[in-house]
Each structure stands twice: as C-alpha cells, then as structure tokens.
C-alpha cells in the first residue's frame, strides 16, 4: 500500500521525518524516499528497500539533508517523492493510492501535447508523476488537488512539499487515513497515528474525508472543507494497520480483540469445535488470536514462532514462490506445543490460500491432531480496487473466486452476491469447497455484520468492497 509522513518545524526537521517514516515501514517494501525544504532549496533521497530496512538506506543521507519542511514515503510501486517545476513553481509530491483509470488520464494528458514523463524500467509511469502533472493542469495548487480528487478513479491520498509549507489532501471519501500532531514551533503529519507520538507529538486532529490543508510550524490552514461521504479500508483494522494505530477514534488491536471475541461466540454458539488452545498466524492474527481466547476460556498459545532477525516480510518478493519460500522459512515449530493438540488457527485472512495451506501442512507434520481455521475477515470475493493491498493481477488469484468459477463457470459472475452472503447455501458449499483444498479440520469465517461491528463504524462508513462489492456508502450501492 504505502505509508507518509510530514514534519513542518522551526528547527531541522530531517531526524523526525527519518524515524517517522520509518514507522510506515509495514505498509511497504520497495522503496523509501524523503525531501526537505530550507534555506538552499530543495534535497531528496530515494533508496530501493527491497532487501534491507528502511533505516540502514538512508543513515547517511539524513546527516547531509536538511531542511525546516520536509515529507517521506514508504512505496510498495514507484519511486518518490518526485520534485516537480511547473507554472505552479517547484514542488515535492508522495502520494498512496490506486489509479484504475490510469490509461486514459495518460492519454488525455498526451492529446494536449504539452506533456511528457521520464519513462521507468518496466516502460510505465510514474504515478505520482501522473497525479504531479494532473495538479499542474490548474491555475493553483489546491484546485489542481481538487481536480485529482475528482478526475481518479480509485484513491489518492498525497502531501505536497512547497516553500510556504506542507500540503496534506486525504482521499476524497477517505479510504485512507491522515492525521495531524502538535508539539511546540512544529507540527506532523502521518498515515499511522502512533508514528510521531515517540517524537514529542500529541494528537491534534484528524483530516476529513477530501480534506486539503496547509501545515505550518505556526499552525494548520484548511484550504478546503471535508465533505460528508465516508469509506474507509476497513482492510487497515484486519491487517495493515499497526497496533497503536487508530483510525476514526477506532485502535487497531482493540478492534481486533473484539473480532477474535465474535468469531469465538460464533464458535461457542455451533458448539461442534472443541480445540485445545488457540494461535495466531504472526504477528497480524496474534491479537485476533487473543481475543478469541479471552472470550473462549481456551488457552492461548504459540505453537510457531516468527524469526524475524533476517528474514524479511514474505509478500515483499515478486516471486510468488520466493515469497512462499520466506514465508515457511520464518516460522518455527514449538513442537512441544503442537503434538497431538487439536489447534485453532487464526489468520488475519486467506487471499491466495497457498501460505496457509502450506501453515496448516507444518503443523500437521509437527505432530497436529486437528487444524481449525479461522480467517479474521470475510471470504474475499473481489480484487480490491481501492488500495493495492495485495499483489493479485487478477480476482481469479482470490482462493474464493477460483472455487466459485469452479462451481459455476460462466454464471460464476452473475452469483457473487450470493457467495458473499453468510447465510446463503452457496456461501456454506464455497467454504466446504475451500476447507477441502486447504486441509482444514473446520473453516469459519468472520462474518461481515460482526466484522462491522467489531470496528464499531456504521457500515456506511467503511468500504467493504473486496467482501460484499459495495461501493455505495450510506446508498448501499453495489458494483
């Protein structure tokens, strides 16, 4: 996905954006980059993070950069901050998002005939480039980010880096979170709450859904209001969020204790599972975990443990096998704690179903009686289209989508919904189908009414896109 962070300070801001960025270090592993503004102008450094933490890259370019603004990214896609000179004068630019139309704004910028982008090794765009050039089609700058609000499809949440201090623009329902901290003679501004509070900051507000203003080490001025419709990745409180996070006044691992404790009175109330203890896929399923114990009376446990020391996240390679490889390569057995113990498994959720196929599969061969699988969110029955928040070029990569084409073939489209519906009989015959093909003793999954009421948002609030395909807010609007 992504992560930013900004720093508008009277004195150097270049180590407080350093470390706080480097909180976003979980929201993406390709590249890292930071610019700061002062009194010569404009420094910037962009480093691949692929194989090495985002700290080893940039120890040295942070004692040489300097500056009293300054704005970082961490970036799962392209490079940046860019530094852009246009009629608007120069600019830095991060952005996180997902831009669906992405052709065809390049191609209406290209019928002007003004425009040109420095083409990137795989022959793509930059995107932040694109949005950068898309903000300079206006007379000023907020109109431009207006525009951008307006014109793409999918999401954009961006911070801009000027002379006269930050701009920071959250998506325009929202689907990302940006939230500003204060200390004294300087200001934040941050993606995971948590990020800056190590730093001497305390919360000062959160920006509105399309929200646009200017951050100053005097203060914050808004340069355009929020508007009222709301959809927030309900995806950042299952998994990408960090535990001191909050967003919406709603803190991650509290969200997740009560998601653990529903899908634990769902249990209790079939009263046909009878585990021995139950465990957490590390470290996004561990509090899921916890609170089904909590709830259950069944004792929490760690049969595997993460190691952590050297290997790096397992979705960071573009391999997929690679990435299996890692992700089996990091886990260690307690094997005192797996033999002939009927386990329940808690996973934040199954999007390919090959890493927790391959999860169960350990454990039954270090000695595992029974595997119960208990995914933290709904089947994903969609490809998100919102946040990249996986890697999936295409829905038939959902473990769900490719048992229902299975099961359907070419009416496979014309039922989603009905997969997506807990209660209907396609929804029980998809999750036997899948509990086959990975090996599971029982499969449940988090229901979407309790997932909604775990996060404690009104479900007009949240985009609940890759469980049900509503993209409707408050209208209920369905794809």
């Not at 009629?87 to 952005?95: Q, R």
């Not at 290209?110 to 089609?137: K, P, S």
């Not at 204790?257 to 996004?284: E, Q």
């Amino acid at each position: 996905m992504g992560g930013l962070f900004g720093v508008a300070s009277r004195r150097s801001c270049t180590h407080e954006l350093f470390y706080g960025v480097d909180y976003h270090s979980h929201l993406g592993t390709r590249r890292g980059g930071m610019a700061t503004y002062g009194a010569d102008g404009f420094h910037r450094a962009i480093h691949n993070i692929e194989n090495s933490p985002f700290r080893t890259k940039f120890e040295r370019d942070v004692e040489e950069m300097d500056g009293y603004y300054g704005i970082a990214c961490i970036s799962d896609f392209e490079p940046q901050p860019i530094i852009i000179q246009s009629h608007l004068g120069s600019f830095a630019i991060a952005t996180v998002g997902k831009v669906n139309n992405y052709d065809s704004l390049i191609r209406e910028l290209y019928d002007d005939r003004h425009t040109h982008f420095q083409e990137m090794t795989n022959g793509q765009v930059n995107v932040t480039e694109l949005i950068g050039a898309l903000i300079c089609r206006r007379d000023d700058l907020v109109d431009g980010i207006r525009y951008v609000q307006e014109i793409v499809d999918g999401s954009m949440t961006l911070l801009i880096l000027r002379s006269d201090g930050i701009y920071a623009a959250r998506d325009r329902v929202g689907r990302t979170p940006l939230v500003i901290g204060h200390k004294e003679d300087a200001y934040c501004v941050s993606m995971e709450s948590f990020a800056y509070l190590n730093l001497g900051y305390a919360d000062e507000r959160e920006l509105g859904p399309g929200e646009i203003v200017r951050i100053t080490p005097d203060g914050i001025e808004q340069l355009a209001a929020p508007g009222k419709e709301m959809q927030i990745c309900s995806f950042l409180w299952v998994y990408y969020g960090y535990p001191p996070s909050s967003y919406e006044g709603v803190n991650v691992e509290e969200m997740r204790y009560r998601c653990g404790s529903a899908l634990a009175k769902r249990d209790m109330a079939a009263g046909n599972v009878h585990p021995d203890m139950v465990a957490g896929v590390p470290d996004s399923g561990t509090a899921h975990a916890i609170g089904y114990a909590n709830e259950s009376k069944i004792p929490f446990t760690r049969p595997f443990i993460k190691y952590t020391p050297t290997w790096p996240r397992s979705f960071m390679p573009v391999s997929q096998n690679q990435r299996n490889l890692i992700a089996r390569m990091k886990l260690l057995p307690v094997k005192a704690l797996i033999e002939n113990r009927k386990l329940l498994l808690i996973d934040d959720s199954i999007v390919r179903g090959t890493q927790l196929r391959e999860t169960t599969e350990f454990l039954y061969q270090s000695g595992a009686k029974e595997v119960h699988v208990r995914p933290a969110c709904p089947p994903l029955v969609y490809g998100c289209r919102f946040l990249n928040f996986s890697r999936s070029k295409s829905d038939l990569d959902l473990i769900a989508r490719r048992v229902i084409l299975a099961r359907e073939g070419e009416n496979a489209e014309r039922t989603l919904k009905e997969y997506a519906d807990p209660e209907s009989d396609r929804y029980e015959a998809m999750l036997e189908d899948i509990r086959r093909q990975q090996n599971f003793t029982t499969l449940r999954y988090h229901r979407l009414d309790d997932l909604v009421e775990s996060i404690g948002l009104p479900k007009c609030r949240l985009c609940t896109y890759c469980f049900d395909g509503c993209t409707g807010g408050c209208g209920g609007k369905n794809e």
